[in-house]
């Protein structure tokens, strides 16, 4: 081969290297722009529309796992590579799935979006997490193969770590929309909210004592704001302000002031299992008979947000559970209960750092084996021990002789037990008790008679056992009420 042919062929290599290049950049470009453009050309205008949209759409949330795991799986696979050059080409491949997994789930979101009518702050943060997410990629494509020949060595790992931040702010986005906006923040530790500025709650309703702020807007907030609040908002309503729920939202009006029957909310809380209109949506338990009952009246009565009473609803005022009384000092069997929690035993658990606030007995690894003979054993702890998990164990009647003992008792589970309630009365005693879970025992409705004097007792749950309230008029009224 002659010199010139040598270079002629080098020449060609160069020129197709150039053009590969370059059609890489402009795939890379005219991706990116399409995405860009997605929103100006398809817009999210808080209407619903096709239901293939919403059909295909729906499939989404299962689907956006798969670039989630490609993504992290790619710097593990980099950092591997260093040691291991087979995984570098590996990490490629993921890179390039990951990519394409992004975009289609990317689509699949955005036709839920389109097809159901959703809006909102997160709604939209979401959306444009996923499209930064893809084109992030996109560029991490193209420059990755420059960074593994050696040449900007610095670019591809800076895009890469950007990319790992926009995974996790747009999961975050995701997140908020299914749990709600406080579902990662709701028990961050107090020091760091006040770090993150998350301190802050809502302004004060302006009349705290209406029938609207104390009954009806939490039915709202448990049961809707999750669709219809300032995060998402389906079909143009939001149900998170008095002002919003009377404005309605595309489908015009949902309250009708003294008109229960033509108001739109109470149509669709009300229509049959199975209606794709019935509301709560997407899988969510029906409101409670009582629940509906008080939106119905609250309507009928004027739909006020000032009003303190609706005329025909009477709702039991409860006091104020009384702060928990500090127990003794236990610092004498504080090396026993340190061993305690180390061994495969019963435990006890100190509630904090502060001794006064007492101890937990916990039976979770030796349930099988803990019967009234192990409670015996825990007496001279009684006056120390706040909550008692006895969950699944083999106590019987008999222990109540022991638990009488347990003063300070805050909390006592004793579900899937072998007690009946012969001996429940001995509990009457414990002035601070408010919990007691008897689910899956053989207790009566006669044997809880002398529990009715405790004023403490607001919590008593009976499922499965006898003593359950049997009918659906009973079940409401118990719901209306509480759990008592």
């Known amino acids: 081969m002659t010199v010139a042919g040598s270079s002629k062929q080098i020449r060609t290599r160069l020129f197709a290297g150039i053009g590969a290049a370059r059609r890489t950049w402009v795939a890379t470009l005219v991706v990116s722009a399409a995405l860009l453009l997605l929103p100006v050309i398809v817009k ?90 893809a084109i992030g990629l996109l560029l991490c494509l193209l420059v990755r193969p420059v960074w593994a020949m050696g040449s900007t060595p610095r670019i591809y790992p800076l895009l890469l770590g950007c990319v790992m931040l926009a995974l996790f702010w747009t999961a975050h986005q995701g997140g908020s929309l299914t749990h709600g906006a406080g579902y990662l923040t709701e028990y961050m530790p107090g020091p760091l909210k006040r770090m993150a500025a998350l301190g802050a709650v809502n302004a004060a309703v302006p009349n705290p004592d209406s029938f609207y702020t104390k009954q009806i807007h939490p039915i709202l907030d448990a049961n809707c704001i999750a669709c219809h609040g300032a995060s998402k908002t389906e079909a143009g309503l939001r149900l998170d302000s008095y002002e919003a729920l009377m404005m309605g939202g595309k489908d015009g009006p949902v309250i009708v002031p003294r008109s229960a029957d033509r108001s739109l909310l109470i149509e669709r809380v009300t229509l049959p299992a199975g209606n794709k209109h019935l509301m709560p949506a997407e899988g969510r338990p029906p409101l409670k008979p009582a629940e509906i009952a008080w939106l119905r009246s609250w309507i009928q009565a004027g739909a006020s947000s000032t009003a303190n009473k609706v005329a025909g609803v009477v709702i039991e005022e409860r006091p104020r559970e009384a702060p928990p009384q500090p127990v003794g000092d236990y610092s004498q069997w504080a090396d026993e209960i340190e061993t305690m929690r180390h061994a495969q035993g019963a435990k006890l658990l100190p509630v904090s750092s502060k001794p006064s606030d007492g101890l937990i007995l916990n039976t979770e690894d030796v349930a099988a ?54 001996g429940l009365s001995k509990l009457a005693g414990l002035s601070q008790l408010n919990y007691l879970n008897l689910s899956e025992t053989k207790v009566t409705a006669d044997s809880l008679a002398p529990l009715r004097s405790m004023p403490n007792l607001r919590h008593i749950y009976l499922f499965n056992t006898p003593a359950q309230p049997a009918s659906a008029a009973e079940t409401a009224n118990a719901n209306a009420g509480g759990t008592r």
């Not at 979006?113 to 809006?119: D, F, I, L, V």
């Not at 164990?393 to 007690?419: K, M, N, Y």
């Open 44 to 133: 999210l205008d808080g209407k619903p529309h096709a239901d293939w949209e919403q059909f295909i759409g729906r499939f989404h949330p299962a689907a956006v796992h798969v670039p989630i795991g490609l993504i992290l799986l790619v710097p593990i696979l980099e950092i591997a590579g260093a040691f291991r050059p087979a995984l570098r080409e590996a990490a490629a491949f993921i890179l390039a799935l990951a990519c394409l997994a992004c975009v289609g789930s990317l689509i699949l979101g955005y036709l839920l979006a389109h097809g159901s009518g959703s809006t909102g702050a997160t709604v939209t943060r979401h959306m444009w997490g996923g499209i930064g997410l």
């Open 369 to 422: 084996s803990f019967g009234d003979a192990q409670l015996a054993q825990f007496q001279k702890f009684a006056p120390f021990i706040v909550e008692a998990d006895l969950a699944r164990t083999s106590v019987t009647d008999a222990s109540f002789d022991t638990l009488a003992r347990f003063t300070h008792l805050r909390a006592l589970h004793l579900e899937e037990t072998p007690v009946t309630g012969s």
